[in-house]
T-cell receptor
Framework: KQEVTQIPAALSVPEGENLVLNCSFTDSAIYNLQWFRQDPGKGLTSLLLIQSSQREQTSGRLNASLDKSSGRSTLYIAASQPGDSATYLCAVNGETSGSRLTFGEGTQLTVNP | GAGVSQSPSNKVTEKGKDVELRCDPISGHTALYWYRQSLGQGLEFLIYFQGNSAPDKSGLPSDRFSAERTGGSVSTLTIQRTQQEDSAVYLC??????????????FGPGTRLTVL
C-alpha cells in the first residue's frame, strides 16, 4: 500500500527566506506526483504536477523536483512571502491505484512579515 | 469558467440522521472524485466516477456511505445513520478525462460535516 510522508509537519520562517518542503513515498511505481496548496477553510489548489518521466517542474517562485527511484520529491519556494502561508500537500498517482491520489498529511507553512 | 462547487459549505447534524452532500464539477469534466479530510487521518480517497459509473468505490468506509452521479455531471454523496466519526471535510474534485497519470484534479471548497 502506498504511503506518503511529508516533513516537516510545520514550518515557520521569516519573509524572504528560501525554503524546502519534503515528500517521500513508499512505492516508486507512480504515474505522477502533485503538489497542492490548501488555505484554511478552502479546497486544494494544484501548484505543480510532475510526470514520472520528469525530474522537475517550475512555476514562478516554485520549483518541484522528483526522484522517483528513491521515492522523494521536494518543493522549493524562493523568496517566501506572507501570502505563501498555507498547508502544502503532496499527492501521488500510483500505477496500481487507477486515477486516485494518495496524499501526505501536509506541511503547515507560516511566513512571518 | 466556474470551478468545482459543493453544497452545503457547512452541515451540522445529529447522530443517526442521514445527510446528502452535493458536488457540481467543472463543466465537461468526465471524471469526478470524492475525498474525505479528517483530523489525524489526512486526506483519503472515497470514490471515483467516470461518467455516471463508479469503477472505483473501494475507499467508501462502510455501507452507510453511497454516492451517485447523474447526467455525467452533479454527484451526491449520501451518508446514512451518521456517526460522530463521520465528522470531516468532504472534498470533491473533477478532471477532464480521468485518465490515470495524465489528468490534473481540480478541487472544490469542501463541505464541513459535523455530527453531534
Amino acid at each position: 500500500k502506498q504511503e506518503v510522508t511529508q516533513i516537516p509537519a510545520a514550518l515557520s520562517v521569516p519573509e524572504g527566506e528560501n525554503l524546502v518542503l519534503n515528500c517521500s513515498f513508499t512505492d516508486s511505481a507512480i504515474y505522477n506526483l502533485q503538489w497542492f496548496r490548501q488555505d484554511p477553510g478552502k479546497g486544494l489548489t494544484s501548484l505543480l504536477l510532475i510526470q514520472s518521466s520528469q525530474r522537475e517542474q517550475t512555476s514562478g517562485r516554485l520549483n518541484a523536483s522528483l526522484d522517483k527511484s528513491s521515492g522523494r520529491s521536494t518543493l522549493y519556494i524562493a523568496a517566501s512571502q506572507p501570502g505563501d502561508s498555507a498547508t502544502y500537500l503532496c499527492a501521488v498517482n500510483g500505477e496500481t491505484s487507477g486515477s486516485r491520489l494518495t496524499f501526505g498529511e501536509g506541511t503547515q507553512l507560516t511566513v512571518n512579515p | 469558467g466556474a470551478g468545482v462547487s459543493q453544497s452545503p459549505s457547512n452541515k451540522v447534524t445529529e447522530k443517526g440522521k442521514d445527510v446528502e452532500l452535493r458536488c457540481d464539477p467543472i463543466s465537461g469534466h468526465t471524471a469526478l472524485y470524492w475525498y474525505r479530510q479528517s483530523l489525524g487521518q489526512g486526506l483519503e480517497f472515497l470514490i471515483y466516477f467516470q461518467g455516471n459509473s463508479a469503477p472505483d468505490k473501494s475507499g467508501l468506509p462502510s455501507d452507510r456511505f453511497s454516492a451517485e452521479r447523474t447526467g455525467g455531471s452533479v454527484s451526491t454523496l449520501t451518508i446514512q445513520r451518521t456517526q460522530q466519526e463521520d465528522s470531516a471535510v468532504y472534498l470533491c474534485a473533477s478532471s477532464p478525462r480521468g485518465l490515470a497519470g495524465t489528468d490534473t484534479q481540480y478541487f472544490g471548497p469542501g463541505t464541513r460535516l459535523t455530527v453531534l
